[in-house]
């Protein structure tokens, strides 16, 4: 493209034009005198020109302090490369006769040559690429600069057609009040294969992780770099400036091309919730890795509650620093591969808490990295004198070297906080009392939670939508003018992909036939005797709040399993509650599943305050008559609190608790599927439990399984998440498939999978669950998502009393009677002695008046 040139005086007054600058390329600094060199490198990539006749420690000077490239006469090249590597030498050769046909050949190995050459007309830059790169033909890059004249957009393309890039100073660009817009010349030199001429443009972090892909064109590239910000074309909406709706806007680091010049790349430094419209730091998935862990320290630091570890570490620095040395002094002795992988993870968790603690992030350190790459000399790097071992063993031998270190580890406890383990027990083993705390779940602190949910609950009773507002900025950290949307929803509320779109279409419709199937609508109609006629009919319940769990998640499935059976039962309003995302809107496949069941209302906010919105109703959220749907323990007790409140009068589909599961395995099992089944639960939160009963498996089967949970459950996202709820979790050993089904029994859990040999044979003796998957090809993640069964279940043990959401949960039955005048002839009187015993005369009175018409003129 161009290699911008500016002088040191210009970058000293203007540090932001250097910035400008860097965007699109390194900067070459025409001079180096009378300023902080190391200082003004670190703006952005810089390559330094240096007079002829400089000395070899300046120009080492320079490198070490971050220079990227040296630019030498060629007069000078050979006695500096006997101290610079080639790589960063750019040798200049002056050209007196820009007419001549042929130049002296050049042969000094170098990163590249630049030619200076008199005054060019563009017709005559062919002829004089083609003399270039005769005299350079070993020349990884040709750079060329005019003497004279002003450089055009037509001049900076000619020459990039040829693959060589001229020098511009900064005053002829438009970032410095020039004519040439640095937009333009990059665009120029890019060629589109595309029919609309835009550039595919892929945006990636400062780490270079793809985030997304997007378009561009001369004239957003050239906003881009005015604005420093991600600035692209849009297909549909004409210039897009990234986050200017959503917040989560782009700080523009770099832009370049592909080896092709048919692709741009842009650097850049994203902010949250991430550069996905599904609130994911990339289009591709969740982040991972380093940039994963870093993300997940930040929201740890903002978020962590008071108490855990993680606060501890973030708040106590004693404790991080004794936590850094541990984990340096575990890696310094490990000695196996995979024991060294692991020392290194911990060190660097421990490390970059460190770093996020005091607001240091990986792209400084990688900064720090590059800046040292660049340096040419080093010192000796030998260790400070108290962790010098080298010295010591000289002192002391190799014996004293190899000692114990001062403070002992102790390793069991280490490795028991690190690894991803279930507790074991063997039921055989166990006492009458330790046997009944196994089908204990993990304390929920009921009375704590009820006293922070009901101020809550009473605020929006009393002060309404105001209170919801102030609630939702409060929790949320979002400010809404309107915590409703009403339907019909606009198209452009939810947009998805195709795939997206056809997913859950799939999903739908299983769910769909599965709860139509449930729902009789045949009247019951029952003579109990002659002229008695008794029926049962059902309604749907009018109103039904739906609660759909949110904000850093997308939960279109809870969305489709709460929403279907409601469409399907009949209700008249639908409203569905759901937090708002960190931009305030609806993620777009919820609002899409919305859209499809019916809904009338979307309520733009979550916790209690919602659950109290739709209990008590507001000014522009409707009352209901039924509130369903999971939750955290604070929508739980808000339920539990709305229902008990006879002013409310609303119901609730069940109590629940965190999410759970047991799978029963024989030896037929395969031990990767049930590690899998059970991290699929375990994920879902700190307090979720996973249970194994192992009927009849052998020491090594166990073992297995154990392995797979460690190795599946550490690859995950949310292995930290996993390591909580795993250690809340165990594997009971029983000796048959009929004692592990009788534990199941009592323990009643949300969800069980039997990893069975012929498993359909032992459905019969479940009596206690939410929903059984049954056989190895019945994965828990399906019920959740799209088989057709539904994933709203009783947990916490209520699965002994409570049904999952279904058909019937949105509907009512009502019963009727109808008698004719010999039916209540033949019944009355059994009706006015029960009335008489009850001593309830008004009751025997209503049936006696109507029996003495009946029978007044009988003979």
Known sequence: ?????????????????????????????????????????????????????????????????????????????????????????????????????????????????????????????????????????????????????????????????????????????????????????????????????????????????????????????????????????????????????????????????????????????????????????????????????????????????????????????????????????????????????????????????????????????????????????????????????????????????????????????????????????????????????????????????????????????????????????????????????????????????????????QAYDNIYKFHEAQLDRTELRVETMPGVVCSRFFRAIEKVGLYVPGGTAVLPSSTLMLGVPALVAGCSEIVIATPPRKDGTVAPEVVYVANKVGATTILVAGGAQAVAAMAYGTATVPKVDKICGPGNQYVTAAKMVAQSDSSAMVAIDMPAGPSELLVIADPTCNPAYVASDLLSQAEHGEDSQVVLLAAGLSDSAVAAIEQEVRTQGEALPRADIVRESISKSYILRVDSVAEALKFSNQYAPEHLILHLDDAEQHVAAVQNAGSVFVGPWSPESCGDYASGTNHTLPTYGYARMYSGVNTLTFVKHITSQTLTKEGLDRLGDTVTTLAEVEGLEAHRNAVAIRLKDIRRNRP
């Open 1 to 505: 493209m161009i290699l911008p040139a500016v002088s040191l005086a210009d970058v000293v007054r203007d540090v932001e034009l250097l910035r400008t600058l860097g965007l699109a390329n390194d900067v070459l600094l025409d001079s180096v005198e009378g300023a902080n060199l190391s200082e003004v490198l670190s703006v952005t990539s810089c390559w330094v020109r240096l007079p002829a006749g400089t000395l070899t420690e300046t120009a080492v000077d320079c490198l070490n302090a971050g220079a990227s490239k040296l630019v030498v006469p060629y007069t000078d090249a050979e006695s500096l490369r006997q101290v610079v590597p080639t790589n960063r030498l750019v040798l200049s050769v002056p050209v007196d006769d820009a007419a001549a046909e042929e130049l002296p050949a050049v042969t000094l190995q170098a990163a590249g040559y630049l030619f200076s050459l008199p005054s060019v007309d563009t017709n005559n830059i062919p002829r004089l690429a083609k003399i270039l790169r005769a005299a350079a033909p070993k020349a990884s890059r040709i750079y060329v600069e005019i003497s004279t004249g002003a450089p055009t957009l037509e001049s900076t393309t000619a020459w990039n057609a040829h693959d060589i890039d001229l020098v511009v100073p900064a005053r002829e660009l438009s970032a410095a009040g020039g004519k040439l817009d640095l937009g333009d010349v990059i665009a120029g030199g890019l060629t589109s294969d595309r029919a609309d001429g835009l550039f595919s443009t892929i945006v990636v972090d400062e780490q270079r992780v793809a985030l997304g892909l997007c378009y561009s064109s001369a004239k957003s590239i050239s906003e881009a770099l005015r604005t420093g910000t991600g600035v692209y074309q849009s297909r549909k909406r004409g210039l897009w400036y990234k986050g200017e709706s959503s917040g989560a806007t782009q700080r523009l680091i770099k832009v370049a091309y592909d080896c092709d010049k048919d692709a741009l790349q842009f650097t850049v430094r994203q902010s949250d919730p991430g550069f996905c419209h599904l609130e994911t730091r990339t289009c591709f998935g969740a982040d991972s890795g380093i940039t994963g862990l870093e993300a997940l320290l930040r929201s740890r630091k903002a978020e962590a509650p008071e108490g855990s570890y993680t606060r501890r570490l973030f708040e106590d620095p004693v404790l991080l620093h004794s936590k850094i040395m541990e984990e340096a002094d575990e890696l310094v002795e490990a000695t196996s591969p995979a024991d060294i992988a692991w020392e290194t993870a911990d060190l660097i968790y421990f490390a970059l808490t460190k770093c996020v603690a005091n607001g240091v992030s990986i792209t400084d350190i990688e900064k720090q990295l590059d800046r040292r790459s660049k340096a040419v000399t080093r010192r000796a790097g030998n260790a400070k004198s108290k962790w010098d071992l080298s010295s010591k063993k000289a002192a002391n031998g190799q014996q004293a070297v190899e000692s114990t270190p001062a403070t002992p580890v102790n390793k069991a406890e280490v490795a028991t906080k690190k690894e991803i383990k279930m507790k074991s027990y063997n039921y055989a083993e166990t006492t009458a009392q330790q046997r009944q705390a196994l089908l204990l779940r993990p304390i929920i602190k009921t009375d704590e939670i009820l006293a922070r949910v009901k101020p809550i609950v009473e605020d929006v009773r009393k002060r309404g939508d105001e209170a919801l507002l102030d609630l939702t900025a409060r929790f949320d950290k979002v400010q809404l003018k309107s915590s409703v949307m009403k339907a019909p929803f606009p198209a452009d509320a939810m947009q998805l992909s195709e795939n997206v779109r056809a997913a859950i279409d």
